[in-house]
């Protein structure tokens, strides 16, 4: 690990995506952790790539792990998606929301869990099993932070920061 490389990776602006290979492990070494820690402390905007079983999530969850959310110093919020397990329709109704008969089944409003990790964190797992059509929403999520819910039309803000993780060559 070039831990001279992921330091100054850390310090980049808010708006930036950050691609960090993961190795084959259980665990993240003390040069990964380090990175991870600087990765929560800046902000940024992470996407981690690496193959199927080399420690994504792991170094996910040490990014995100201790993130304060308030003036209070308490835990910021947190909320996780498998992309990949969730059937395409739905999808956008689980990122963002929807409103009451939306579509069929929607017996009431749905806050989504962009919502939910507002001021927070939202890890995406399997981003690149996203698709097409959900695609330019989360770009304007993460360029503007904003998004609308299924069947709405006023666009809503979210503070959400995104980490995202994926096996594919995007």
């Avoid at 980049?12 to 290979?21: G, K």
């Avoid at 905007?45 to 959310?69: D, Q, R």
């Avoid at 981003?127 to 304007?140: A, C, H, Y």
Wanted: glycine content about 12%.
């Amino acid at each position: 690990v070039d831990t001279e490389l992921l330091a100054w990776l850390a310090r980049l602006p808010m708006q930036c995506v950050v691609v960090l290979h993961a190795n084959h492990a259980r665990e993240i070494d003390a040069g990964v952790a380090a990175a991870c820690a600087g990765l929560r402390a800046s902000g940024a905007t992470v996407l981690i790539t690496g193959e199927t079983g080399t420690g994504k999530e792991l170094v996910a969850a040490a990014i995100v792990a201790g993130s304060l959310g308030g003036d209070d110093g308490s835990e910021a919020a947190h909320s996780e998606l498998n992309v990949a397990a969730v059937p395409e329709p739905l999808v956008e109704s689980e990122l963002f929301g929807h409103r009451r008969g939306a579509f069929t089944g929607a017996t009431s409003d749905r806050r989504g869990l962009i919502r939910t990790a507002d001021g927070g964190c939202i890890f995406l797992d399997e981003v690149g099993d996203l698709p097409k059509e959900s695609q330019g929403k989360l770009l304007r999520l993460l360029e503007e932070h904003e998004y609308v819910r299924v069947g709405d039309t006023e666009p809503r803000r979210s503070e959400a920061r995104v980490i995202a993780a994926t096996h594919r060559d995007l």
